[in-house]
């Protein structure tokens, strides 16, 4: 018998399956879609694989034998092999690639297992697999035995426990006890301020408490002093949390549908299992899409099938999930990227045996292996996250196209803001179209939309992030009691160091981009390769002392704020206060208990909150989106700006949204002022025209990547004429250009952009190049091919 796998060399990649003899003993475990080590290469290293195919095929003499199977079942079903050969069309990456992306990393990095007797194990089988251990590796088994602990796992007699290369399988978080009786006694100088005062705070505490707690507040040195005189102790607790989801969540039932959401449910229940047919679900802000998900899951559930919502990783709060689990209790699984790899794995298989119904989760969460899919719901279906922009660069939307096609279910796309893609096919028919234009909350009304031109105010020294006319309107909702929601948009913005004197920006020294000012852990930091280094107190480039720092941040319009109004209680949303595990959610939970008045935020707050008490919503600075270098940019602006709007007057209070803005004529601002979509569309989508762009042009940016810059511009030159020799002449090629940050890890970019309308070959000279950068001649040349790039840049 021949096996055929698809190995993962790094590499040396190919889509082409090895052949590989099965060994006799394996013969009866051999499966499509389980993970083997084979041997590879001329030094015969051990490498895991995929198999594909089996066959009993004329065996040739010179051929390698598997050494060993990793599942007794398989970890990829047919669906799942079917997928990654559909996605490969558009998917310029190797299939293996593909494959991995289905699975939870546990599995991919899988070195071992653990052998454990489960019940009705017999006393001979014990004998000979365990002798007298509570538990074996199966890689000290002979190939017997091997076989014979597979027949075993598969009749639930042996339980396997699978080991991964890393540790990450478990989460620990770091805690801390105060150590009273020493602390008391203890001396710390006056003129150590900090020390002092941390000390005060801790006589204070009885109970122990994360870490990050302290160091929210105080740095690492301080923290350290403390456990190095055993002032306090800390040890490290492993954390579960995806047990968690369940506590504490009410029960709800089904509200009564209002006519327009009434209309969606039918429509589209009434296509379950039928045929597949995609929905685009229009919907204002706060229109009740999530109820209309709830119903269609709930009739998807009845039907005896199962169903996956996807969300953007942002939205991914208690909030939102609380709302699938409370209708839907244990039938839910929820795949969050802060669940450890054991987490993750251990919500895969709960999915895999079947004991999930529904799904909730981001992206990746397309490839949960449900059976009998009768729905596949993505909500914001705009995001641009929902295309990975790493290997395998996969749009979620694209493959849950492809999973609703397999499994003939519907697929809906909901948004107030839909992408111009999505749009386009609604109007053309190849989507069903349905909207909900009003609030689903009768008192609650769509908010009133002003724009502040801020040249006005400019000049004004205590205007830098806040206008007159904002500021008034933050005090007269605090007076009300109410609270108020506060954007900054960061995109394309950041903090720096530059030198007054002679102008120097402190960059990276691996990639063309200037070192962003961390306030928190005072240091620069490269937001590319990670690079890090303390802040300099004298110009790098002339050494003179009159260095200053740039803080445009979210911090900087804290600390003027908290100026201008002290009496406000103020929190910051941004990555700095959200790094560490469950701080997003905390910031929240404290902001609906109404612990805080105002909610200070980059993009991330934008997205999905419901809190009835938020009255206003301000945006800082509405520009900085809208003047970077790619077509998407207003429509980006468009949705931001109608998202953020959307989080005021939720309920029976009104709202109202004050946008600040330097180009107040700017369409993509007059249309969200307005709150008008079709207007919007109507218009972006003539410039997309002009201009032949998505969804008018099919496009595909290619990024070629090398250390030297003589030899990637020579081979971005040669990728143009392989383009220009294969293709017709109505594709448009544009570059090759170096990209707009031309180094980053050290490696020059260039960049070639493609635009058609019809091209026949596109697929095919694309994998051609793919496969000509693995070449030895080509010497570490990177190629990076994205279909319709989400970015430009
Ligand atoms: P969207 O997802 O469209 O932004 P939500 O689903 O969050 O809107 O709904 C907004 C609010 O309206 C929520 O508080 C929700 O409970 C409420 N809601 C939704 N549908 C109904 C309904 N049919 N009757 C009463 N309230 C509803
Ligand atoms: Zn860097």
């Not at 009104?654 to 330097?662: P, R, S």
Request: charged share 25%; proline share 4%; with cysteine.
């Amino acid at each position: 018998m021949l096996a055929q796998v698809i190995v993962d060399v790094p590499l040396m990649q190919t889509d082409k399956p090895y052949s590989y003899r099965v060994p006799k003993a394996l013969a009866g475990l051999m499966q499509e879609g389980i993970r083997v080590h084979v041997p590879f290469g001329k030094a015969n290293r051990l490498i895991q694989g995929i198999v594909v195919a089996l066959s009993d095929e004329e065996e040739p003499t010179d051929i390698k034998e598997i050494a060993e199977i990793l599942d007794y079942r398989p970890v990829l079903n047919q669906e799942q092999l079917w997928l990654a050969g559909q996605m490969r069309k558009t998917v310029f990456s190797y299939k293996i690639s593909i494959l991995k992306a289905m699975l939870p990393n546990l599995l991919n990095s899988t070195y071992d297992k653990i052998l454990h007797a489960g019940a009705g194990l017999s006393d001979e089988d014990r004998r000979e697999i365990f002798a007298t251990k509570e538990e074996v590796r199966f890689s000290d088994l002979d190939v017997d035995n091997q076989a014979r602990v597979m027949r075993l796992a598969q009749a639930g007699k042996i339980e396997v426990e699978y080991l991964a290369k890393d540790k990450k399988q478990i989460k620990t978080e770091k805690w801390y006890r105060v150590c009273h009786e020493r602390l008391s006694q203890y001396e710390i100088s006056n003129r150590a301020k900090k020390r002092q005062m941390l000390k005060e705070e801790l006589l204070k505490q009885e109970e122990p408490a994360p870490l990050s707690q302290l160091k929210e507040r105080y740095s690492s040195e301080i923290i350290h002093y403390f456990e190095e005189n055993g002032l306090i102790s800390v040890w490290e607790e492993e954390v579960s949390r995806a047990q968690n989801y369940f506590d504490n969540v009410e029960a709800s039932q089904a509200l009564t549908l209002n006519p327009e959401q009434a209309i969606a449910v039918r429509e589209i229940t009434s296509m379950i299992g039928r045929e597949s047919q995609t929905y685009l679900l229009q919907g204002v802000t706060g229109s009740g899409k999530t109820e209309v998900y709830l119903q269609v899951i709930d009739q998807v559930l009845q039907d005896g099938k199962t169903a996956i919502m996807l969300v953007p990783e942002i939205s991914l709060t208690p909030q939102v999930t609380n709302r699938f689990i409370s209708r839907f209790g244990q039938q839910v699984a929820i795949l969050h990227s802060g669940l450890s790899d054991g987490e993750k794995y251990d919500e895969w298989r709960k999915i895999e045996r079947g004991e999930a119904q529904v799904v909730v989760g981001a992206r990746s969460a397309v490839f949960a292996p449900l059976k009998n899919l009768g729905a596949i719901i993505i909500d914001e279906e705009h995001e641009a996250s929902y295309k990975q922009d790493s290997n395998p660069r996969y749009h979620a939307r694209d493959v849950a196209k492809l999973r609703a096609e397999y499994n003939r279910a519907v697929l809906v796309l909901g948004s107030a803001t839909p992408s111009l893609e999505s749009r386009a096919r609604a109007s053309k028919g190849l989507y069903g179209l349905l909207t909900l234009q009003k609030r689903a909350n009768p008192l609650a009304r769509i908010p009133r939309v002003d724009i502040i031109d801020f040249r006005d105010y400019i000049g004004r020294q205590e205007t830098s992030n806040f206008t007159p006319p904002l500021l008034e309107k933050i005090q007269e909702k605090l007076a009300r009691k109410e609270q108020v929601v506060l954007m900054l948009n960061r995109r394309g913005y950041s903090s720096f160091v530059m030198c007054r004197d002679c102008g120097t920006v402190d960059q990276c020294p691996n990639c063309d981009i200037s070192l962003t000012l961390h306030m928190d852990s005072r240091s620069m930091n490269c937001h590319y390769c990670g690079f890090q280094k303390g802040i300099p107190h004298t110009c790098p480039n002339c050494q003179n002392p009159s260095i200053r720092y740039y803080g445009t941040g979210t911090q900087k319009a804290y600390d003027e704020l908290q100026q201008l109004i002290p009496e406000a209680r103020i929190l910051r949303m941004d990555v700095d206060t959200t790094r560490k595990k469950g701080a997003h959610e905390d910031l929240l939970g404290r902001f609906g208990r109404q612990e805080a008045d105002i909610l200070l935020g980059t993009q991330m707050i934008a997205k999905g909150l419901d809190f009835p008490n938020v009255t206003l919503v301000g945006v800082l600075n509405a520009d900085t989106a809208l003047n970077l270098p790619d077509f998407r940019s207003s429509e980006r602006t468009f949705q931001l700006l109608t998202q953020v709007a959307g989080r005021a007057g939720r309920a029976d209070k009104e709202g109202e949204v004050l946008i600040q803005t330097y180009n107040p004529h700017h369409y993509a601002l007059a249309f969200a002022k307005n709150q008008d979509y079709e207007g919007f569309y109507r218009y972006e989508m003539a410039i997309r025209r002009n201009l032949g762009y998505p969804p008018y042009y099919f496009t595909v940016g290619l990024t070629l990547s090398h250390k030297s810059e003589e030899f990637v511009m020579k081979k971005a030159f040669e990728t143009v004429a392989v383009l220009r020799g294969n293709l017709t002449e109505y594709i448009q090629i544009l570059g090759p250009t170096p990209k707009p940050v031309a180094r980053t890890h050290n490696l020059y970019h260039y960049q070639i952009i493609l635009k058609y309308r019809k091209e026949d070959n596109v697929e095919q000279v694309l994998n051609q190049i793919l496969d000509w950068t693995q070449e030895k001649e080509q010497k570490d040349l990177r190629l990076i091919i994205d279909n319709e790039p989400q970015q430009m840049m």
